[in-house]
């Protein structure tokens, strides 16, 4: 393999922030390292319509603190597809791209892994979704962020369940997996959490409340993942009205708002050291991992493992939980 010379960046799936500060930190170390470096515009659907633009130390400034993607995102179907995938292929080659750096979910890693196996090109992975749902990194770049602003959320939810002696379900994003709902529950205090992981049916739920509605706690505010096996937020509700539970409830849906914000200093930082290590892993040769940090140092793990191993569920943290809210 001869020595790479331009790199092309995209960022893919979901959008999550601390991307920006990831686009940055690729950016600027390819060309800190004397290589070309192009972005690549709306995901992979930039790459199979030949959407690319150079990109510069001065065009990736002033972007560190802001949420979503200055490349933008999205999911393409195109790209599923071999015709779209060739495509894309002569895209890159057209341009001189010999290397590529994918920021993205796990869907994305999937599409990174083909296109390498397909067109033997060095492809490098950064984690970059809100879900922390790949394995290879204790923390994808975007949760702690969505964490934060979910659990901002929930402190102000918690002023008027307060004033009003209410019990609040709020649903938080995770299909497949409830690690945004734990964190969110334990540092917002939270008296329950249902999850995907998570074996609480609705009568053990019940039950919690009961028992603590006789230690007088009046109000009470519980974390929804929305793949939680009880239904979504409303339908907990529901159920729980259905059983007679004496509480005057009300839902929220955080949706969206969870991605959106100023990145937190763990994200930038995070993204920072992994989009830097991706270069690096480039010029060592590197090739079809993803960039991790695995406590609390830098480390690299196979795609192929990262999209087909599920990441570590917090039991730890989740029985320190349920100790505490009561
Ligand atoms: P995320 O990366 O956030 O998990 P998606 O699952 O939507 O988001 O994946 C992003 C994109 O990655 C998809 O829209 C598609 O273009 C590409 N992709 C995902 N899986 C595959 C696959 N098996 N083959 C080719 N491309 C894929």
Redesign the pocket.
Known sequence: MGEIKHIGVLT???D?PGMNAAIRAVARNAIFHGMKVSGIFH???GMVRGEMEELTLRSVGKIISHGGTMLK????????TKE??KQAFDHIQKLGIDALVII????????????QEEYDIPVIGLP??I?N?LFGTDFTIGFDTAVNVAMECVDKIRDTATSHDRLFLVEVMGRDTGHIALRTSVASGAVAVLMPEDPMTIKELYDHLMYLKSNKKSSSIIIVAEGNPNGDAFEVATKLKEMKADYDTRVTVLGHIQRGGSPTASDRIRAAEMGAHAIECLLEGKRGVMVGIINQKLALTPIEKAVNMRSGFDQELYRISTQLSR
């Open positions: 893919s799936g979901g999550a995901g992979y659907n995102s999205s999911r393409s179907e195109e790209f599923r779209g995938r993205g979910g796990d869907g994305s890693m999937r599409g990174a892994k083909i296109f970059g979704t879900d749902d």
